[in-house]
C-alpha cells in the first residue's frame, strides 16, 4: 500500500478505525531525507514572517497609540481583525496547499506579507489600519498550516512532535522578536519612526518569500506533494477532530491574550513599578519579552516540548493528556499574573514558562497527522486552526475592554491587565472542558491509536 492510498483510507465511518501511516518510512533517497532540516530551517524562516506580521505593533503600541490616539479597546480591536480574515482563509489555504503543493502557496503568501506590511505603515487612519491588518490576515493564513503539511511529509514519526514543536516555537520566536525587539529599535535608534521601521522589516520579509520559494520543497523525491481529497466533510460528524479543534482554541486564546500584551505590560511595569523613561522602557520591555516569553519558553521551550511529547507517547502516554496538562499550567500562569505581579524576575519567569505552556498547538498537528494521515494534515489542521483562531479573535477583541471595565484604579496602566489576564484564562478554561467532553465522546479507541498500528507501506 502506497502511502497516498493510506491516507487516502482515512476517512469517518460509523465504528470504523482511522488508518494512519507507516511508521519511520525513508523519504525518497538518503540525500532527501537528510534535506528535511533544511526544509526545517525555511520553514521557521517562513513561519516568522507570518508571527511578525500578526505582532507587527505588539511593540510599538505606546507609539502607535499616542500617534493615533488609541485605547486598549481600538488596539484589541485591531489586534483582534487580523485573526478573523486569518480564520476565514485557513481552509481555502490548507486545501490548496495539498491539491497545489505547498511551496508555491507559501512563498507568494509571504510576499502578500511584505506588501501588506508596507500598506499598514502608509495608514493614516484607524479605519485605514483595520483594513491593512484584514488584508495581512489572509496573507499570512497561507503560510503556517501549508508549512505543517510540509513538515508532516519531511519528518518520519517518531520526529512528529518534535519537528511541529520546533516549527512553531523557533518560528514563533523569530516573529515575536521581530515585533517585540526588532521593530521597536528600529523605530527608535535606525529609523525615522514606526513607520520607516515597519518598511525595513517589510524588505526583509520579501527576501525571505523569494528564499523559500528557491529552497522549499513541498515532497520528498518519490513522494506525492498533493493529495486528491484533501478533506472529507464527513469527518464534521467526528467528535475526534472537534476536541482538536476545542483544545487548539485553548491554546489560540492564551496566546491572543498573552503574546499581544504580554510587551507592553512588560515595559507598563518598568514604568510604573519602576520609574523608567518610556522609550527605555518600551525596548526593555520588548527584550524582556524576547529573551524570556519568545526564545527560552517559545523557542526552546516548544522544542523540548515536543520531544518529550514524541517519548511520552512512545510509552502508551496520550498526545490529548500532555496537551491538557500544558494548558491547564497556561491557566495557573495567567491566575498569578492577575495578581499583580512587578517583580521583574518574577514577570521574566512567568512569562517564559507562558512561552511554552501557551504556545504548545503545534504538538496538535503532530496528533491530527497520526489519526489522519500525513497527506491530509494541512488540511484537517486547517480546520482546527480555524475554529482556534475564531475563538482566539474575539477572545482579544474583549480583551481590552475587559481590562478597562476591571480597572479598580483609573489613570494606573498596571491595573488594567488584571482583566485583560482573567479573561483569557476563562476563555482557555471553557475551551479545555469542553475539548476533553469531546474527547472523553470519542466513542472508537482505536481513532487516537499511533501510527505505528497501522499498515505498513508496500
Not at 529609523?191 to 520528498?220: E, H, Y
Not at 513599578?273 to 527584550?287: C, D, K, P
Not at 476563562?426 to 470519542?442: D, K, P, S
Request: with cysteine; glycine share 12%; proline share 3%.
Amino acid at each position: 500500500m502506497t502511502e497516498e492510498r493510506a491516507s487516502e483510507t482515512v476517512r469517518l465511518k460509523p465504528d470504523t478505525t482511522y488508518v494512519g501511516l507507516a511508521p519511520d518510512t525513508t523519504h525518497g533517497v538518503q540525500g532527501d531525507f537528510a534535506y528535511r532540516w533544511v526544509i526545517l530551517a525555511f520553514a521557521i524562516l517562513a513561519y516568522g514572517t507570518t508571527q511578525f506580521s500578526r505582532l507587527n505593533f505588539a511593540g510599538i503600541q505606546r507609539f502607535l497609540a499616542d500617534d493615533l490616539a488609541l485605547d486598549r479597546g481600538a488596539i484589541g480591536l485591531l489586534g483582534s481583525v487580523f485573526f478573523y480574515s486569518y480564520a476565514l482563509f485557513q481552509m481555502p489555504w490548507g486545501i490548496a496547499s495539498d491539491r497545489i503543493a505547498n511551496r508555491l502557496i507559501v512563498g507568494l503568501g509571504i510576499l502578500f506579507t511584505a506588501a501588506t506590511m508596507v500598506g499598514f505603515a502608509s495608514g493614516q487612519t484607524w479605519g485605514s489600519l483595520l483594513v491593512w491588518r484584514v488584508l495581512s490576515g489572509i496573507a499570512a493564513a497561507a503560510v503556517y498550516i501549508p508549512l505543517t503539511g510540509a513538515i508532516a511529509r519531511w519528518f518520519p514519526d517518531r520526529e512528529r512532535s518534535f519537528s511541529q514543536g520546533t516549527l512553531g516555537g523557533f518560528g514563533g520566536a523569530l516573529g515575536e522578536g521581530m515585533a517585540y525587539f526588532l521593530l521597536p529599535v528600529l523605530a527608535i535608534y535606525f529609523a525615522s519612526g514606526w513607520r520607516q521601521g515597519t518598511n525595513i522589516v517589510a524588505g526583509v520579509i520579501a527576501i525571505i518569500g523569494i528564499l523559500c520559494l528557491v529552497f522549499l520543497k513541498s515532497a520528498p523525491s518519490g513522494q506525492p506533494a498533493t493529495t486528491r481529497t484533501p478533506f472529507d466533510w464527513t469527518l464534521l460528524r467526528d467528535m475526534q477532530l472537534w476536541s482538536y479543534a476545542l483544545l487548539y482554541s485553548g491554546f489560540v486564546i492564551g496566546i491572543r491574550g498573552t503574546q499581544t500584551w504580554i510587551a507592553v505590560y512588560a515595559a507598563d511595569v518598568y514604568i510604573g513599578a519602576h520609574g523608567m523613561a518610556v522609550n527605555q522602557a518600551v525596548v526593555s520591555g520588548g527584550l524582556l519579552a524576547l529573551l524570556a516569553y519568545s526564545i527560552a519558553g517559545r523557542g526552546f521551550g516548544c522544542s523540548l516540548a515536543g520531544k518529550m511529547s514524541d517519548l511520552l507517547a512512545r510509552r502508551g502516554v496520550p498526545r490529548v493528556a500532555v496537551l491538557v496538562g500544558w494548558l491547564v499550567l497556561g491557566m495557573a500562569l495567567l491566575q498569578i499574573l492577575s495578581m499583580g505581579v512587578t517583580a521583574i524576575a518574577a514577570v521574566a519567569i512567568v512569562a517564559a514558562l507562558l512561552g511554552t505552556s501557551v504556545n504548545l498547538f503545534s504538538l496538535i498537528p503532530a496528533a491530527i497527522s497520526e489519526v489522519y494521515g500525513r497527506q491530509r494534515t494541512a488540511s484537517v489542521s486547517a480546520f482546527a486552526n480555524m475554529c482556534g483562531q475564531f475563538a482566539g479573535a474575539t477572545a482579544l477583541a474583549v480583551s481590552g475592554y475587559v481590562g478597562i471595565s476591571l480597572n479598580t484604579q483609573p489613570g494606573n496602566a498596571l491595573t488594567e491587565y488584571r482583566g485583560i489576564w482573567l479573561s483569557t484564562l476563562v476563555g482557555m478554561a471553557i475551551a479545555t472542558i469542553l475539548g476533553v467532553a469531546a474527547q472523553i465522546a470519542v466513542r472508537t479507541p482505536s481513532r487516537s491509536q499511533p501510527a505505528s498500528a497501522a499498515p505498513q507501506a508496500s
